[in-house]
């Protein structure tokens, strides 16, 4: 691998590691607040997660037959006769997959996560701040991590950012601060 693409490579990871903190810090201070509130319900049920590589067989079908298993999974939870949840790094990373393993188009990712997130019987924290940034990720050509970022600030009431990353030019509410 060209010294380039290692650095570019480098970079893209570092980045996604740091979306994936924010984003893990911010699960973390929502438990947190559940547990104080007293509606995080720590009881032991049938209370099931979905990692990515289930929801990535059933949009890709590139392994028949887990992609078969993965299916009938998806029927049930569509037809509501199952609930599970999908952590917000899970669904992070089915994007960046999609988009850079499988060489999907932002515009494609963004489709086929919209509909799989529009399911009433899959959970995901933030949800809908998960959805504008795909949109903004398809509309803007922008990184997935920068689209939640901004969506995160515009939700925030914020519009300066400290970054030296130009893409965010692109981003009409945020103002890209250099330090």
Do not use: C
Not at 13 to 41: D, I, Q
Not at 114 to 140: G, T
């Amino acid at each position: 691998m060209a010294a380039p693409n290692l650095f570019r490579l480098k970079m893209m990871l570092r980045h996604l590691e740091a979306a994936f903190r924010l984003m893990a810090r911010r699960t973390l201070m929502r438990l947190k607040l559940k547990l104080k509130r007293g509606s995080l319900n720590m009881s032991p049920s049938n209370h099931r997660f979905v990692d990515t590589n289930i929801l990535l067989r059933f949009l890709t079908n590139d392994l028949p037959e887990q992609a078969d298993k993965a299916s009938m999974l998806m029927q049930r939870i569509q037809s509501g006769r199952e609930t599970v949840e999908l952590s917000i790094l899970a669904a992070a990373e089915i994007v960046w997959t999609l988009e850079r393993f499988y060489k999907l188009s932002k515009s494609n990712v963004a489709s086929k996560m919209s509909s799989i997130l529009k399911l009433k019987s899959l959970k995901i924290s933030d949800k809908n701040i998960f959805l504008e940034a795909l949109s903004l990720y398809a509309e803007k050509n922008i990184s997935f991590t920068d689209a939640y970022i901004a969506i995160q600030m515009k939700r925030a009431g914020s519009s300066e950012l400290y970054t030296f990353d130009k893409e965010f030019d692109r981003v009409e509410h945020v103002q890209r601060v250099e330090p």
